[in-house]
């Protein structure tokens, strides 16, 4: 229960008790002990063996004493108490054979030899009697820290105070501000806290608070468990520290001063701003029952269809004219609710505008605004604007909260374009499955000539079965084209109306220079029904863009790209260099080297 350490050799008594599973170092300073190094003192203990021994009143007869041992007035007396039980040993001074020392045992009747490296160990230095863990409150426990900073820019030396609890497994601030926090910040920022230790014990001579900073200390972090919380003091930065940066610190209650690595708590010099939720639009996306984007006077609105929980639609307003609505993409539609769902604050700017801060940045006249309803309850509104003037920066709150939030600009406007057709499904069409591709052409419009004319016999299931009988150089294009045709997909759309050309920026013209018509068949009463299907394209204007339009569909789009690749192994002509056919490659004609230059001759005026 208790372990008492005196003697000459030890300078100051050293005192342990036995506090539930664990020790604490009572003299000279109180502090948790050491585990490990209090089971070694007693293991060395309860196996003590003995080399030799001796009774007391033998040595007496031969005019010895106590003190020709050094027991008289020993280097180490060692005290072991146990509920009722009292053990006192002294040890005393070497023997002159053998690396043993002489122990004077209980009752004071015999004297042992034993080995000096069992005695050595008791004689631990007390930087190994001390624990170098700060916190004894697991992390799993904490429910709670609190935080009281010294305020570097305030002229009194105020104290800003945070507080974090945790309820329900989710982290939130009760102070200086009611918000969320990120509990993944949360917990590495707690662990890191339970896990610091000391780095150096201070020497109780080298004690000054008022110099060490602990009257009037840089933090207080108080760490709250299960009915229980203990509090560090951090004060002054250590300026004798060697490598990484100290601060001086101690617990409250506890004189007890040292020195622990200062990163993890500077770290929280802001945490009322880095732990924050900067996800500030968190909603379950599938309750989401409609989407409205508006800037100044144009609105899109995004529904979601009740035939489906995958399948929306896109209509827009512009000078409240309503325009017709057209089916939404479904992968589009599926980032843009994970974007705005996962959408992050770059900084907090205020908790608490005033009505002229409001003004001052902006949402007096918001740039954008998106609102979100839901199946049931309040719909979620995100407004977004900047300074006037300023075209750098971008600011958010929503109706939810009366914080400011200051995002990426140009990332946060590029996740919710104002324009319809950036919704639209990129399907532009999809033939039923019974459908079946009779014929194809593609035409050069400015020659009127046919690139292709192919008509697929009647007996002849598939495409492919016909283009490998007709040993087509162009099969594999030409099998691009249908299938492009089937399941018709545009990169993006341009114009939601048909026009005879493209005009890029009012410098660029592009006309129509080539046509792609399918005859189809559909299956329907006694005889199948013949439809066509036409559409136009541009020439090529780079490797990943060409433009494309259909009447039947009155829209302007741009080509995907498997089609761009099919339409330009059709139209262009590309000569293979002789090595690519195994075709004799030519020696080129030599070159008639220059004549060597001849020196101008400069004439006298």
């Given at each position: 229960e208790r372990?008492?350490?005196?003697?000459?050799?030890?300078?100051?008594?050293?005192?342990?008790?036995?506090?539930?599973?664990?020790?604490?170092?009572?003299?000279?300073?109180?502090?948790?002990?050491?585990?490990?190094?209090?089971?070694?003192?007693?293991n060395q203990l309860q196996f003590l063996e003995e080399e030799a021994s001796f009774l007391v009143d033998e040595i007496e007869n031969t005019g010895q004493t106590l003190a020709d041992y050094g027991l008289e007035d020993p280097l180490l007396e060692l005290i072991v108490v146990n509920k009722n039980e009292r053990i006192s040993l002294s040890v005393g001074t070497l023997t002159e054979i053998g690396n043993n020392v002489y122990l004077l045992g209980p009752e004071e009747r015999r004297i042992f030899v034993v080995n000096r490296q069992v005695i050595d160990g008791l004689i631990t230095d007390l930087n190994d009697l001390r624990t170098r863990e700060i916190f004894d409150i697991p992390v799993f426990e904490v429910d709670a820290l609190g935080l009281q900073i010294r305020s570097a820019s305030s002229a009194d030396g105020s104290l800003l105070k945070v507080r974090l609890a945790r309820s329900n497994g989710t982290w939130s601030f009760e102070a200086?501000?009611?918000?969320?926090?990120?509990?993944?910040?949360?917990?590495?920022?707690?662990?890191?806290?339970?896990?610091?230790?000391?780095?150096?014990?201070?020497?109780?001579?080298?004690?000054?608070?008022?110099?060490?900073?602990?009257?009037?200390?840089?933090?207080?972090?108080?760490?709250?468990?299960?009915?229980?919380?203990?509090?560090?003091?951090?004060?002054n930065l250590d300026t004798q520290a060697q490598g990484e940066p100290e601060y001086f610190a101690k617990l409250e209650e506890n004189p007890a001063m040292f020195t622990v690595i200062a990163q993890p708590f500077n770290a929280l010099l802001e945490a009322q701003k880095e732990l924050r939720e900067r996800n500030f639009m968190k909603f379950d996306r599938n309750k989401v029952s409609a989407i409205n984007i508006s800037e100044k006077g144009q609105k899109i609105r995004l529904q979601k269809l009740e035939s489906s929980n995958e399948d929306w639609q896109v209509m827009e307003t512009k000078d409240n004219q309503e325009i017709r609505p057209h089916r939404a993409d479904p992968s589009i539609m599926d980032s843009l609710l994970n974007d705005l769902s996962n959408l992050r604050a770059s900084s907090f700017v205020t908790d608490a505008p005033t009505p002229n801060e409001d003004v001052s940045l902006g949402f007096n006249r918001p740039i954008r605004t998106v609102s979100l309803s839901f199946v049931e309850g309040e719909p979620l509104t995100l407004t977004l604007a900047h300074p006037k003037d300023d075209n750098e920066t971008l600011f958010a709150k929503t109706n939810q909260a009366n914080f400011i939030y200051q995002l990426e600009r140009q990332l946060t406007l590029s996740m919710i374009p104002i324009e319809a057709h950036h919704y639209r499904n990129r399907t532009l069409e999809k033939l039923p499955t019974a459908a079946r591709i009779s014929s194809i052409e593609l035409i050069d419009l400015g020659s009127d000539q046919h690139i292709i004319n192919l008509q697929l016999p009647d007996d002849v299931?598939?495409?492919?079965?016909?283009?490998?009988?007709?040993?087509?150089?162009?099969?594999?294009?030409?099998?691009?084209?249908?299938?492009?045709?089937?399941?018709?997909?545009?990169?993006n759309y341009l114009l939601d109306s048909f026009t005879e050309t493209y005009e890029i920026k009012s410098d660029k013209i592009y006309p129509w220079i080539f046509r792609l018509v399918v005859t189809i068949q559909l299956p329907g009463g006694e005889t199948n029904r013949t439809e066509n299907r036409e559409y136009l394209f541009s020439e090529r204007i780079s490797g990943t863009r060409q433009i494309g339009g259909s009447r039947e569909k009155d829209v302007v789009f741009e080509v995907s790209q498997a089609l761009i690749d099919a339409l330009y192994e059709l139209t262009h002509d590309m000569t293979l260099p002789p090595e690519a056919t195994d075709r004799l490659v030519t020696n080129p004609s030599e070159i008639e080297p220059i004549a060597n230059p001849q020196p101008m001759s400069l004439s006298e005026d």
């Open positions: 372990i008492e350490l005196h003697g000459s050799g030890l300078g100051n008594p050293r005192i342990l008790e036995r506090q539930g599973s664990t020790w604490q170092l009572i003299e000279p300073m109180k502090w948790s002990a050491n585990y490990f190094a209090i089971n070694r003192i007693l200086p501000v009611i918000a969320k926090a990120d509990p993944a910040l949360v917990e590495n920022t707690i662990n890191a806290l339970t896990t610091s230790k000391v780095r150096r014990f201070l020497k109780e001579e080298d004690n000054d608070p008022v110099l060490q900073g602990l009257e009037s200390p840089l933090m207080r972090v108080t760490v709250y468990g299960n009915r229980r919380h203990q509090t560090l003091i951090i004060g299931k598939e495409w492919s079965t016909y283009l490998l009988e007709e040993e087509s150089s162009n099969s594999s294009s030409v099998l691009k084209l249908l299938n492009s045709a089937v399941n018709f997909k545009v990169k």
